[in-house]
């Protein structure tokens, strides 16, 4: 745990024993305690809150793909589109050969 050995983790202690005191170094210690267990539960919240996040724009992100197809040309615009075609080839049927 961080590459602290026990004699580094009893020197620590020590230390924090004759800095602190007998007496406000368990309160020092249930406090720590209950600082991690809500540092704990707020990252495990946050990484919840993202899950869901990432979750919810794909779930918005698939329907859309699936949309992307592009819509099909309206009869009128593709029939007057081949509409010169065909009247260029009527002309041609219906000009009489000199």
Do not use: C, Y
């Not at 602190?20 to 919240?45: C, N, Q, T, V, Y």
């Amino acid at each position: 745990m961080f590459g602290i050995g026990m004699p580094e983790l009893i020197i620590i202690m020590v230390i924090a024993l004759i800095v602190i005191g007998p007496h406000k170094l368990p309160e020092l210690a249930k406090s720590l305690g209950k600082g991690l267990a809500e540092f704990k539960r707020a990252s495990e919240d946050f990484q919840r809150n993202i899950q869901e996040e990432a979750r919810k724009s794909e779930e918005k992100v698939e329907p859309h793909q699936e949309a992307v197809t592009p819509p099909a040309e309206p009869e009128h615009v593709a029939t007057a589109a081949a509409a010169p075609a065909e009247h260029a080839a009527g002309e041609k049927k219906d000009a009489p050969h000199a």
